[in-house]
């Protein structure tokens, strides 16, 4: 029960971050972990950075 | 046995929504309330959600759920990321609900309520909702391309360039006619605009502690933000009380005009973190959250319906915008019904978060259906108003006068009796000095909002604050679509003049960024302050014409999913992106066609330019114009809209023609043509292409 419930908030958690186009950081350093242990992944900074930079740099429109 | 029993249950879901929907087609004379229509949408929403959104994915376009998705061939932990379909359902209607859903509704209610919601309802099922999972489906099939490139791949380079140059036009009067609505909103609102001032110092404190303090932690800093906006909206109703700040706050429409453009211009040059991405974070969950209050309130006040089901403007002589039903109905209800905006999102960042083509049913189809239930709220939150003052507050000043004895007595006339006290009072109760001619539905919005929140929460005695706080909520998430379309708009802009003068397609250029900047707030802000001198309000104008324009991209998006379909050999099947099509593009030619020629001067811009041609031969002037310069300058305002009308026209029927020319072709092929990135079957997977099963 305990678990579940924390694994709703960490849904939640992710819902409300990637509605403002971050996504998840622990999903991005275990995909680093994975398939690059070579390269050190960002920082959380870095990361949020880098997030914020790509949401609003290029063409994306917003809707109506 | 199982399965008969499931049956059932749909066919008495299905059962409740025709029962629900005849108890509101067919009362006659008596109140309904608004239950009923929230439970025929509901109901029709689940059973096309079980039956034909079903068969969209496994008959028409054929999802492959041991196919492959771009999140998982490009997974880098950042654009591409296989994700959770809650999680992922969440952002895409975080992208796709704007301030679209909520004010064609309430706009469209002057001829009662019936017609839109019949719209709204079908429309998205038989339509946007197809169109938003089809255009789901194409992309995620091609590594996520963005509608552009789509049709530059399937169609050709010529169609390609087309397209583009129609989204940009698209963007343009999207950003004037969401910036009028604010302006209608906060004109002479001291309250109101004080609020809304309020946000930047806000939102730049947050950008500033999320860069330096705390990086990357939106939560804690979000909910302050969240806190001082509450009471940024209770300080401005002191403000406007002030003797002193009050009458800095009361700005006319003109005035807001100009701060909106700079406003424009400065904040698409300022870095991101600075004030577009802390304000972008608060309108976002400001928005979801009203959303789900106001469906919360619904269901606890459960209030009746005033607006009747079908009223006398149903002919086209309607105060709040000039039309018959037919076209114009079905222009004013876009977004909600069916928005070709959303073809942007769904081939923009969510293809590239898909983690199986089993779910685009969900997030495509489903997404859609969730923006058409917060249509049919506003719907309801603008019927729930007596009449008298939705149609005082909606009609221009050229018709019903500036005092609420004049409007009182013009709307009263129409047979929607209204007492100039009533007028006042429900001025008073949600805190402004007038409600008369506030058009634009926000402020319409607001009030129905208003009274449904003070309902369950805080009583009559917070209508004001409600009221703001809704104003807060549109205008939030408007100036955040503003300064994120003139970015997207000067990045395409750059795009399109870089064909002819390189150096200008060079963002790191600051002369560059500028002047494609200046260009494109140029162009918006030109619209905007056409549409906020015109004596009937602007959006009489400008709402159609962004109706027409969204609706020409669904046309052009469902289209491309035609020409896919045919190249996929299942050219059977394309009747279901034909059919919308054939609608759309038979309302938006009409209409485009009703906007250049029609013969009533409201209506047609041609003959509005013939007619005040003829009054400069006399030598007399006419409103909105004071001298025969400015005649003159509203007769180039007419040539310009029907310019516009034109391309929007051009860019629809050359676009129909492409995609004919591309479907003949693929039909003299006796193979597939589609250019799909190769099939590669999931890791793990066995080796059968079964069906997507009955799962959400």
């Not at chain 2, 969950?285 to 079908?310: H, R, S, Y």
């Amino acid at each position: 029960m305990h678990e579940q419930l924390k694994a709703f908030v960490r849904g939640l958690r992710q819902t409300a971050y990637l509605m403002v186009g971050v996504p998840d950081y622990d999903g991005y350093l275990d995909h680093m972990r994975r398939a690059h242990p070579d390269r050190k992944p960002m920082s959380r900074a870095e990361f949020f950075r880098e997030r914020q930079a790509a949401r609003y740099g290029g063409g994306n429109g917003r809707c109506c | 046995m199982t399965s008969l029993v499931k049956q059932i249950g749909w066919i008495a879901l299905a059962v409740i929504g025709a029962f629900a929907l005849g108890t509101v087609a067919l009362a006659r004379g008596e109140t309904i309330n608004a239950l009923w229509i929230v439970v025929a949408a509901v109901a029709v929403y689940l059973v096309a959600y079980r039956y034909y959104a079903l068969y969209l994915a496994n008959t028409v376009v054929g999802v492959n759920l041991l196919r492959v998705t771009p999140a998982l061939r490009h997974n880098d932990g950042l654009d591409y990321v296989p994700t959770n379909k809650y999680v992922l359902f969440g952002h895409h209607f975080a992208a796709i609900a704007g301030a679209g859903p909520l004010v064609g509704p309430v706009l469209a209610a002057q001829m009662g309520y019936l017609p839109s919601m019949l719209w709204i309802i079908f429309g998205v099922v038989l339509a946007g909702a197809v169109q938003d999972f089809m255009v789901l489906f194409v992309s995620t099939r091609r590594d996520g391309r963005s509608l552009g490139e789509l049709v530059r791949e399937e169609l050709g380079y010529v169609p390609g360039v087309i397209a583009l140059f129609g989204a940009f036009l698209i963007m343009i009067i999207i950003l004037a006619v969401l910036a009028l609505i604010v302006v209608k909103a906060l004109a002479d609102s001291p309250w109101g605009t004080s609020t809304v001032a309020a946000t930047i110092p806000i939102a730049i404190g947050m950008g500033l502690w999320m860069r330096y303090v705390r990086p990357g932690r939106i939560g804690g800093v979000s909910v302050v933000g969240f806190i001082l906006l509450m009471l940024a909206i209770i300080v401005g109703g002191q403000v406007a009380e002030s003797p002193t700040w009050g009458p800095v706050f009361t700005l006319n429409g003109v005035q807001l005009t100009w701060l909106l453009i700079g406003y424009g211009f400065v904040a698409s040059v300022l870095p991101v973190w600075l004030l577009l991405a802390p304000r972008d974070y608060l309108s976002t969950f400001l928005k979801i959250g009203a959303i789900v209050a106001l469906a919360i309130g619904i269901f606890v006040m459960a209030p009746d319906l005033k607006m009747p089901a079908l009223t006398r403007f149903v002919d086209g002589t309607g105060p709040v915008w000039s039309g018959s039903l037919f076209p114009f109905l079905f222009i004013t209800i876009a977004c909600g019904a069916v928005s070709g905006f959303h073809s942007l999102i769904s081939s923009g960042t969510t293809p590239k978060l898909l983690d199986n083509e089993k779910n685009m049913r969900f997030i495509g189809y489903g997404g859609m259906l969730m923006e058409s239930f917060v249509a049919i709220m506003a719907l309801v939150a603008a019927s729930i108003i007596e009449p008298g003052v939705y149609f005082a507050m909606n009609s221009p000043a050229a018709v019903i006068g500036t005092t609420a004895e004049s409007a009182a007595a013009t709307v009263s006339q129409w047979g929607f009796v209204v007492t100039p006290e009533l007028l006042t009072q429900t001025a008073r109760d949600v805190g402004e000095s007038t409600i008369i001619s506030r058009a634009g539905g926000a402020p319409t919005l607001a009030v129905g909002m208003a009274q449904i929140f003070a309902a369950i929460a805080g009583g009559p005695g917070m209508m004001a604050f409600w009221y703001h706080f809704a104003i807060l909520f549109e205008a939030l998430f408007i100036l955040t679509a503003v300064d994120a379309g003139t970015r997207a708009g000067r990045f395409m802009l750059q795009d399109l003049l870089g064909t002819f003068v390189p150096a200008l397609k060079n963002t790191g250029s600051w002369t560059a960024n500028v002047l494609a900047t200046a260009l494109c707030v140029g162009a918006w802000g030109y619209f905007l302050y056409q549409g906020v001198v015109d004596p009937l309000g602007g959006i009489n104008t400008f709402w159609p014409l962004f109706g027409i324009s969204n609706q020409m991209l669904a046309a052009v998006a469902l289209m491309l999913c035609k020409v896919v379909l045919f190249k996929m050999k299942r050219e059977r099947y394309a009747w279901a992106a034909i059919l919308p099509t054939a609608w759309l593009l038979l309302c938006t030619l009409t209409a485009g066609w009703q906007k250049l020629f029609h013969a009533d001067p409201k209506v047609g811009f041609l003959t509005h330019a013939a007619g005040l041609r003829e009054a400069v031969a006399r030598g007399e002037v006419m409103a909105p114009a004071k001298s025969l310069e400015e005649m003159q300058q509203v007769i180039v305002n007419d040539y310009v809209n029907a310019g516009l009308t034109v391309l929007f026209m051009f860019v629809v029927i050359s676009m129909l023609f492409f995609s004919i020319r591309a479907c003949l072709q693929a039909l003299r092929h006796d193979q597939p043509t589609a250019q799909e990135t190769p099939f590669e079957q999931l890791p793990g997977s066995s080796v059968s292409t079964g069906p997507v099963g009955r799962g959400m």
